[in-house]
């Protein structure tokens, strides 16, 4: 087959994709409409009472009781201080991550100061405003130009997250 052929019948593929995304959208949407409908107050009751029923023949806990107290013990402490380091890495990433956009903010904002001082070394001065201007012309760029504040020690990573969104 030639390579228009094939390029056909990719479209052609594509296009029923496509149509079969639309039809399963449509058709998930009505499988939730149907399902809400089906759950009458009736229905909720006797599916309860069935669920309790079956859970009293089985007797889950049962088992679970046979565990010793201290052994509940023994798992709550392993499982908060699995969460903990989770939570942990989870802040060095976001700190990592920060700490990245910072630095390619700072970067940025160098390379900005260095082209606008560049421009301003061969451009000649300002005109100097009339008396019917309400404001300089230059007065919103120079405040544009102004170099962004030194930080003393790194932000934290929820400042500098705020920080650069507000850019």
Same mark, same amino acid.
Not at 33 to 56: C, K, M, S, Y
Not at 81 to 93: I, P, V
Not at 109 to 134: C, I, K, L, R, S
């Given at each position: 087959?030639?390579?228009?052929?094939?390029?056909?019948?990719?479209? *052609?593929?594509?296009?029923?994709?496509?149509?079969?995304?639309?039809?399963?959208?449509?058709?998930?949407?009505?499988?939730?409409?149907?399902?809400?409908?089906?759950?009458?107050?009736?229905?909720?009751?006797?599916?309860?009472?069935?669920?309790?029923?079956?859970?009293?023949?089985? *007797?889950?806990?049962?088992?679970?009781?046979?565990? %010793?107290?201290?052994?509940?013990?023994?798992?709550?402490? %392993?499982?908060?201080?699995?969460?903990?380091?989770?939570?942990?890495?989870?802040?060095?990433?976001?700190?990592?991550?920060?700490? %990245?956009?910072?630095?390619?903010?700072?970067?940025?904002?160098?390379?900005?100061?260095?082209?606008?001082?560049?421009?301003?070394?061969?451009?000649?001065?300002?005109?100097?405003?009339?008396?019917?201007?309400?404001?300089?012309?230059?007065?919103?760029?120079?405040?544009?130009?102004?170099?962004?504040?030194?930080?003393? %020690?790194?932000?934290?990573?929820?400042?500098?997250?705020?920080?650069?969104?507000?850019?």
């Amino acid at each position: 087959m030639n390579f228009e052929g094939l390029k056909r019948r990719v479209e *052609r593929a594509e296009q029923l994709v496509d149509g079969r995304i639309v039809q399963t959208t449509g058709h998930r949407a009505a499988l939730g409409q149907r399902w809400r409908e089906a759950w009458t107050p009736a229905r909720i009751v006797i599916a309860g009472l069935l669920g309790g029923v079956l859970v009293a023949k089985a *007797r889950p806990l049962r088992t679970l009781g046979a565990v %010793s107290g201290t052994r509940w013990v023994q798992l709550a402490t %392993s499982l908060s201080g699995l969460l903990a380091s989770l939570k942990a890495a989870q802040s060095a990433e976001s700190a990592e991550a920060a700490a %990245s956009g910072a630095e390619d903010a700072a970067a940025e904002a160098a390379d900005t100061v260095e082209a606008v001082a560049g421009d301003e070394a061969g451009a000649p001065p300002p005109p100097a405003p009339q008396a019917g201007d309400d404001a300089a012309p230059h007065a919103v760029a120079d405040r544009r130009r102004r170099p962004d504040a030194q930080w003393d %020690s790194e932000p934290r990573p929820a400042e500098a997250a705020t920080e650069l969104s507000e850019r």
